[in-house]
C-alpha cells in the first residue's frame, strides 16, 4: 500500500480550508445583501406578503445560489492551480470543502440576515413587518460542489498531459548529430 506524499495532504487541507472560509465570507455577503420580505400583519402571528414583495424569497434564493457558483468556480480554479496536488485528492478536498462549504455559508448567512431584521413583532394587526431571508430550500447548497466538479472535470478534459501536468516535463538532452569514431569502438 503506497501512501500519499505529505505536500499532497497539506494541499488538500489548505483546499479544504480555503473553500469552506472562502464559502463563509460569501454567506456573510449574502447576508448582508439579500432582500428581506415585508408582511403585512393581519392577525396576531398571521401576516400576508404584501404586492411584489413575494418575490424577495426568489431574490434571496437566486443570490444565494448565484454565491455558491461562483464560490465553486474560484474554488475549482484556485485549486487547479496548485499544480502539484492535481488529481483525486485534490478533487476530494474541493467536493468536500464545497460541500461542508454550503451548508456553511447558508448557516452564517442566514445569522447574518437575522441579525440585520430580529423577529418583528407581529401581534399588532395592521402593521408592516420586515421579515429575514431564508434559502427557502435545501437543493441550492447543490450548486456549489456540483459546479466546483465540472469546472474541475473541464479542466481536466482540457489538459494536454497525461498526468495533468503534476511531474516536471522531460529535460532532453542535446545529442551530437556526429559521433566520434573513437568513442564507439
Known amino acids: ?6 505536500f499532497r495532504l497539506r ?22 445583501l439579500a432582500p428581506p420580505e415585508h408582511l403585512l400583519v393581519v392577525a396576531p402571528d398571521r401576516g400576508v406578503s404584501l404586492t411584489g414583495e413575494s418575490v424577495h424569497r426568489f431574490d434571496a434564493i437566486g443570490m ?23 488529481g483525486p485528492v485534490a478533487l476530494g478536498a474541493v467536493l468536500a470543502g464545497s460541500v461542508v462549504g454550503a451548508g456553511v455559508m447558508a448557516l452564517g448567512g442566514i445569522g447574518v440576515a437575522a441579525l440585520r431584521f430580529p423577529d418583528p413583532d407581529t401581534s399588532t394587526a395592521g402593521t408592516v413587518v420586515a421579515v429575514a431571508p431564508g434559502i427557502g ?13 465540472v ?3 473541464v479542466l481536466a478534459a482540457l489538459n ?12 532532453e538532452l542535446d545529442e551530437p548529430e556526429e559521433r566520434d569514431a573513437t568513442l564507439t569502438s
Open 151 to 153: 469546472v474541475t472535470l
Open 160 to 171: 494536454p498531459y497525461d498526468d495533468l501536468g503534476v511531474s516536471d516535463p522531460p529535460v
Open 11 to 32: 494541499s488538500a487541507a489548505g483546499i479544504f480550508c480555503g473553500t469552506v472560509v472562502a464559502s463563509a465570507l460569501a454567506g456573510v455577503l449574502w447576508g448582508v
Open 137 to 149: 430550500t435545501l437543493l441550492v447548497l447543490i450548486f456549489q460542489p456540483l459546479v466546483a466538479c
Open 64 to 86: 444565494f445560489a448565484c454565491a455558491g457558483l461562483v464560490v465553486g468556480i474560484l474554488t475549482a480554479v484556485a485549486a487547479w492551480t496548485a499544480r502539484r496536488s492535481r
Open 1 to 6: 500500500m503506497t501512501t500519499l506524499p505529505r
